[in-house]
């Protein structure tokens, strides 16, 4: 009896993979989606920083441009403040004692002192 002998050519390959499109992990799609995400989150970082920015430069120049009126009003309530001084010196002593040697006006300084120094 002869003996079977494999077909001329031989078999066919066995087909042992799935037939089936690739799914899940992309990396070149993931990464791409990862590179927008992070120019646009680049994006809205420098336009936000360039707004502070501006917000920072104007309130400077509001602030330049407001001295002189607070600096005015400042020294309308020095000389409210010196009048009012000078009348009460003198309805208490009965007349302007000169503290300095001048007419100029010196404008008064406020600070607080210790009562006992030691060194």
């Keep these: 009896m002869p003996q079977d002998m494999p077909p001329v050519g031989g078999y066919d390959a066995v087909q042992y993979k799935r037939n089936l499109p690739a799914r899940g992990f992309r990396p070149a799609a993931i990464l791409a989606g990862c590179g927008v995400f992070m120019i646009y ?22 602030r330049i441009h407001l001295i002189p009126a607070l600096q005015a009003e400042e020294d309308r309530d020095q000389v409210r403040r010196y009048l009012a001084d000078q009348a009460r010196e003198k309805e208490l002593l009965g007349e302007n004692l000169k ?21």
């Design 99 to 119: 503290v300095y040697h001048t007419d100029r006006f010196v404008r008064p300084t406020y600070a607080a002192t210790p009562e006992n120094v030691t060194k």
């Design 41 to 62: 989150g680049w994006y809205k970082l420098t336009k936000g920083i360039r707004e502070q920015n501006e917000y920072a430069r104007e309130k400077m120049w509001s």
